[in-house]
């Protein structure tokens, strides 16, 4: 059956949402492909976590026919989580609860009362210990196992044709599904430690404490990608070794029609560019900040109040950090996917299903998997016509039942000259001054000058890049617990994240202030 419209779900839902989060996983608008290809994995990887941890049982981890029912969905081409359903499984986590994860993963607080379930509260006891520390030990042997895997399938050379290709792509959507299953537990444990934490400080009256506490910057992704990219930038790695580590990240990597860096290298020869103006590879202070850290919350405890603080912390600094290296992996499987696709777009190119191999991408996962020959021209060009609407629109970052799509308008530079600061959440401390900088494409970091701070929309693994280059970052969308916030404090980057608006009110150029504990920028100059 050919679909009229696979990127939007439709009205009837009653349920909050929100891009928030979601946006980092699939930014922008996606295409039909790119939705039937991750739509699957993720809803049934999310549903088997939360089996696997007592919050749902066995026969819920299906796909489910009521939109309100699932945890992910599609409208307008935006990917969304349901807030409802994630807050439902936070309130059967111990240590956690279904305000905190809406709070540090979705940056929204209403005021509703808890759904924790006391007759589960056993199962999930029991469950938990296990499932979590199963789902660390499975998270980096996946990492390693597909590491190995995402090399020898994106070779040169080495994508099949014909019924291999699609076989490939079948066994890429199966490990998305075992990879984010156990990335969602690991990220779980990190939310549920980190709100631990969260209360330690708050016990002693020391609030905000809890982000120096929590870096871990050694097993984080990123730290690695930023000093592999400063080596060839300096010339102590090559090109060839750099993509065999990090060639599955590039511009909008959680799009399927994007290009990742081992098939487009000119966004990274702009990078390059302005890393060769760094002398020295990456350098921050976070372990004597952490160290600082402990000795005040130490301090402020009895015995057997840091005992448990030394127990928490351990699993913080373990599982919060391995919350980035399961996105890694799992965008490994998302990049041979992603091969697969545009090598089946080769082929319906070739046989006349197809105006253009890149059309591949408005089709459906099923039409892809079972078309042969025919003529879907005029089914992608009506799909293409609806894309491009949905270019036009935007919606709101978060909203309740069916969301309201309005048309994009342009900002009148007058409306913002009276702004003289933005707030946000405040989620790695310090403060820095110097020069905003307006990113909309971690493509196009041609801009960036040593000193500047970085203020986009929200961001990726692929923006950690630009990180290196800045010396604090302003975020339209998230929490505590987002991508950016998580990079940003293993950096020691000051970061106000959750501005909503620092991208439409501030413009490059206007010298700004950035207090990353306070969760405000303040306008100097303009």
Not at 479 to 489: E, N, P
Request: hydrophobic letters at 45%; aromatic letters at 6%; proline letters at 5%.
């Amino acid at each position: 059956m050919t679909l009229a419209d696979p990127l939007h779900d439709g009205d009837a839902t009653k349920a909050a949402w929100t891009t928030r989060n979601a946006a980092e996983a699939m930014p922008g608008i996606t295409t039909p492909l790119g939705w039937t290809v991750w739509y699957p994995p993720c809803e049934l990887a999310l549903r088997g976590a939360f089996c696997d941890l007592g919050g749902l049982r066995r026969d819920d981890v299906v796909l489910p026919a009521a939109l309100d029912e699932r945890f992910v969905g599609v409208f307008y081409g935006r990917f969304a989580g349901n807030i409802d359903l994630m807050r439902r499984m936070g309130d059967q986590m111990p240590g956690s609860s279904g305000a905190a994860v809406e709070e540090q993963y979705f940056a929204s607080a209403r005021d509703i009362p808890s759904s924790r379930d006391l007759t589960r509260l056993p199962l999930v006891v029991g469950k938990l210990p296990y499932s979590a520390w199963r789902a660390r030990r499975r998270i980096r042997e996946l990492a390693s196992v597909t590491e190995a895997w995402w090399a020898a399938s994106v070779v040169p050379g080495a994508v099949p044709d014909g019924d291999g290709t699609r076989e490939v792509l079948r066994d890429a959507i199966s490990r998305l599904e075992v990879i984010i299953r156990a990335h969602t537990i690991v990220s779980m444990i990190g939310q549920g430690t980190f709100e631990q934490v969260r209360r330690l400080c708050e016990s002693i009256q020391a609030e905000g404490l809890e982000f120096e506490l929590t870096t871990a910057q050694d097993a984080v992704h990123e730290s690695a990608l930023i000093n592999d990219l400063w080596a060839v930038a300096h010339g102590r790695l090559a090109m060839a070794e750099f993509l065999a580590r990090h060639g599955f990240h590039g511009p909008a990597e959680g799009q399927l029609a994007g290009k990742s860096w081992r098939e487009d290298q000119a966004p990274l020869r702009a990078l390059l560019d302005a890393y060769r103006a760094r002398e020295a590879p990456l350098q921050s202070s976070g372990a004597t900040q952490r160290a600082a850290a402990e000795t005040k919350l130490f301090g402020a405890l009895g015995r057997a109040g840091r005992v448990r603080a030394r127990l928490v912390l351990r699993l913080a600094r373990s599982y919060i950090p391995l919350r980035e290296v399961g996105r890694a992996t799992f965008l490994k499987a998302f990049d041979v996917a992603r091969a697969m696709c545009r090598q089946i777009g080769c082929e319906l190119h070739a046989d006349g299903v197809i105006d253009d191999a890149a059309d591949v991408f408005y089709l459906t996962l099923d039409e892809v998997l079972a078309t042969r020959g025919g003529d879907l021209r005029d089914v992608v060009a009506g799909r293409r016509r609806t894309r491009e609407q949905y270019l036009t629109l935007e919606l709101p970052d978060a909203w309740i039942g069916p969301p309201v799509a309005t048309p994009i308008t342009a900002t009148d530079d007058g409306d913002v000259g009276s702004v003289e600061g933005i707030a946000g959440i405040g989620v790695s401390p310090g403060v820095a001054e110097g020069r905003a900088v307006v990113v909309l494409d971690p493509a196009d970091p041609d801009d960036l000058a040593d000193g500047d701070i970085l203020v986009c929309r929200t961001t990726d693994p692929s923006w950690a890049s630009l990180f290196f280059l800045v010396s604090a970052c302003v975020i339209d969308i998230g929490g505590a617990m987002s991508h950016g916030a998580i990079v940003a404090r293993e950096l020691g980057l000051p970061c106000v994240i959750n501005t909503r608006v620092g991208t439409r009110d501030l413009r490059t150029g206007d010298r700004i202030r950035v207090d990353g504990a306070a969760g405000t920028v303040t306008i100097l100059s303009r």
